[in-house]
Structure formats: structure tokens, C-alpha cells
């Protein structure tokens, strides 16, 4: 799945279908079975990762979320990497920038948020919001965006080097299944306060957003920090997806349980008389 | 259970048993149902927390966990407040303080981690480390630590006029609980990154603990941040106890959906066009 999803050279994001469940033969019912198949994989992963981090080596895991306005960053976050243990996680969405934010170098805020060592950290939107909607809404001038790229690429190098591992996935939905998402919160009480009348402003600019995207998927998947394109128009296979790439990100890492570093007999002959 | 569980004003920590079960009459299997069944109901009720702060209510609720090493924070947090959305939460673990909180008050630390409106803040240690090792292992000098309990009782007080509800728990678990769980870390690989040989050290000041924390509980109980003492030998109804005093303190806060702030046919018109 991992292959299939990354995006290559002569990426081309109109050529990934948002209904696509690429890797995965089965439907919805099986999907929901691999999720919870894996679940306890991935969280004893991190479990590890925890454990090394503890044991002094300076590794973590950076899960960069983006992806238009109901694509499903929060499920996401709620359905997989909840199922790990909150202690190794640390997740933060990012908004508008605040007006202290605003008077730093648009990384500043990225930086401070980045995973300890041990965590998985999940940014919900992230720097790219600086070269997505600052470029199709004209928020920042053409050539302060045209910066960002160049900028990204030696921060992300910066952080991989660090000894953080960043896997970044964009959700990709289409249009219509964003009017049904959206036309859903009209429908229910419970969901007015996830509405708000920019959601439809904003569907005028999604052809430009669209190619906002490629933009940033083609300048800036590097082999530190690749992106994985998701299909996102099925929850239940954009789940299991991002759970089977956080999964093989950590395998990667070649995880270990730390060795006892006291003598463990004499420790139990010492508790035993405590 | 909450009425059981809250320490009264003629508390004492003598008195509450260990492996007892207040105001639950089933065992394990029961707990462990009960548990799952009231798991949807906090998850909503947070929901709504944070809906209403989305709508200008600054709101939000603290968990201050306390107890001693192996007494089942962890567990806690993973298993009861891991339940509802993690957008929805905000833990920390405090830690010995590093060089730069040293420089501060010992409450700076604390309110930097206070949580934003509409989130569940978890505090795993807290503001009470100042006055429970601090004592017992003399970090700071007696007379320092006695102010330290007004300071705690304004300190809190500030923040339930905030809009905070302050919900703080101690897992009181058992000295032979306690060598029961540490010697499973002494006996699998996969767990001796848990343990510490300082542990067994600690247990020689069990009694002076038992007194520090009874003398917290009696001086730092007041209407708007309670304690709740939470007998913790039986991991399945800590939780379970927990998950109810959660439960509890969200429904105490009357929250309902917001109304929309926006014309909701009109908005289904719109959407349709877009």
C-alpha cells in the first residue's frame, strides 16, 4: 500500500481518484476489521518508540495531516492514532495564526510544536497552510509563497536529521463528497457548530486549491519527507491507510525493548524486602 | 459513588480501603462492561464542552491526578479519558522540573498547562508534587512547603471563576499492590524500561507519604476543587470510578448544542449551488 501511495516524480494529483481504496481488495466491512487488526501492532510500535526514547535515543515520529474541509483529519486523529496510548502522542491543530504568531517567520510556531522524543506528533494542518490557502487566497505576496517551498524542503531535512521521522499524508476528497460532508452538518443539531458559511466560500476556489496541492506535493516530497496521497472519499480505507504508513514508519525505525540497564535479580531480591 | 468517594472534612486516608469497590456491586467482568457502556456518554458530553466553546463559552475541565508510583495514572488516561476524541484533550505528565521552571514560582509551570476552552485537561503529577515529595523527601524547607497550601487552595480557586471545573483524584492503591506491580516489570523485557531502582527506594518512605497525602487531602479540599479519593487495588473500578466522576462533573455543567448562527435553509441553498 505504502508504494502505491507515495508520490512519485511525475506525480499528478487528478490521476489519484478520491473513491479509490488502492492495496485493499476488500470493502468497508473488512477495512474496519484490518483497523482494528492493527491497532495493537501500531501501538505496541509505540509503545517501543516510547521506551527507546527513555532508554536516550533521540527518535521520534511527525505524522503531517493536510487536506480540505471535511476531508477527515480529526477522524484521523480520533480512530487511529487514538487507539494508541495518549502518553505518546501529541497532537496539535493548527488555525489562523494568532497575532504573536503573525510577527514571526511562519515556521515559528511549526517549530515549537514539534514531537519530544518517544511521541508521535500529529499536526491537523501544519506550515503547508502557508503555501495553500496563503497562495490561493492571495494571503502572503506570490514571491514571499514562492520562498516557503525552498524554506520547507531545509526544514523538514533539518527535522529528519534531528532524528524525527516525518511522514506526511494529504486526504484527498472530491468536491461532491465534500457537499454531502457539509450538507450532513445541515441536517443534524448536534453538528451546527462544525458548519460555518466560509465552508462554501471557500468551494469556489477548489480548483485552485487543487492545484495549490499538486504544488506542494511536487516541490516538496523529498526521500526524508515524502508525501503520501490518500483517497479519502471511504473513511474507513483512509483510516486503515494512514494506520498501515504510521505502522511501516515505525517499523522502519528497527525498534527494540532498551536491556535492563540495573541487575534485575538483585532489583527483585531488593523489592522483595522492601 | 461520587458522594462515597469525596473526602469529607473529618477525612482520613487510614480508612479508605484499598481493594474496596464503593458504591459498585459487581466485580471485574461487570466493571470492565460498565466501563464500555459509559464510554459514549463522556465522549459526548465532551463533545458538547467543546462545541459550546467553539460558541463563546470558555469553559473547560481539569483532571488532576495524583498517587503513588504504579497506582494507575497511566491506565487512566488511556483507558477512560483515551475513550473520547483526543482533539478534545490535553494531558501532561509533570516531571522532576527542569532548570528553567526551578527559576519560577512553583505554580508557573502549571498554569502554562492549564486547558484551553472546551478541552479535558489531564494533569498526571501536578502542583501537588511541591508539597508531597517536597515534604517527605525535604526538597524544600518545611516552612516553604506550609505556604505552599494557601497558595494551592487561591491558586484553584482562580481557576474554577475562570470556568475551570477542577476534578482532582488520588489513586490510592496499597504498599503490597504496589510491590505486586513493580515486580511484573522485573519479570518481562518488555516492561523494565518501567522500572526504576529508585522506586524500591521510595517505598522505604511509605508511611511519610500516606501522611503527606493525607494532609493535602485535608487542607486543599474545598467546594469548587474537591477531592476525591479513589481506592486503585482493582485497576478495573479506578477506572471505572474515574470515568464516572468524569462523567459526573460534565453533566453538572448543563451543556447543549449550540444554535446555529446562521440561517440554516439558506445555508442548504447555498450549499447546493456551490
Known sequence: M??????????????????????????????????????DVLSSLQEKLFAES?????????LVLQGMDTS????????????????????????????????????????????EPGVIGVFDRSHYEDVLIHRVRGLSAPDEVEKRYPAIRSFEEEIATSGTRVLKVMLHISKDEQKARLAERL?????????????????AYWE?????????????????????VVPADRKWYARL????????TLEDMQLSWPRATFDVEAEKRRLAAS
Chains 1, 2 share one sequence.
Do not use: C, N
Open 187 to 203: 441536517e443534524r443539531k448536534d453538528k451546527y457548530w462544525k458548519y460555518s458559511p466560509g465552508d462554501v466560500d471557500e468551494r
Open 54 to 62: 527513555r532508554a536516550g535515543r533521540e527518535i521520534a515520529v511527525l
Open 72 to 115: 477527515g483529519k480529526g477522524g484521523i486523529l480520533r480512530h487511529v492514532v487514538g487507539l494508541v496510548d495518549p502518553q505518546g502522542v501529541q497532537h496539535h491543530a493548527f488555525k489562523a495564526p494568532t497575532e504573536e504568531e503573525q510577527h514571526h517567520d511562519f515556521l515559528w510556531r511549526v517549530r515549537r510544536r514539534l514531537p
Open 241 to 248: 491507510a494512514v494506520q498501515q504508513l504510521l505502522t511501516a
Open 2 to 39: 505504502r508504494r502505491l501511495l507515495m508520490a512519485g516524480p511525475d506525480f499528478s494529483l487528478a490521476a489519484v481518484d478520491p473513491p479509490s481504496t488502492p492495496g485493499f481488495d476488500g470493502g468497508k466491512k473488512e477495512g474496519a476489521a484490518a483497523l482494528a487488526a492493527g491497532a
Open 208 to 228: 485552485q486549491y487543487q492545484e495549490a496541492y499538486e504544488a506542494v506535493v511536487e516541490r516538496t516530497s523529498t526521500p526524508d519527507a515524502p508525501w503520501y
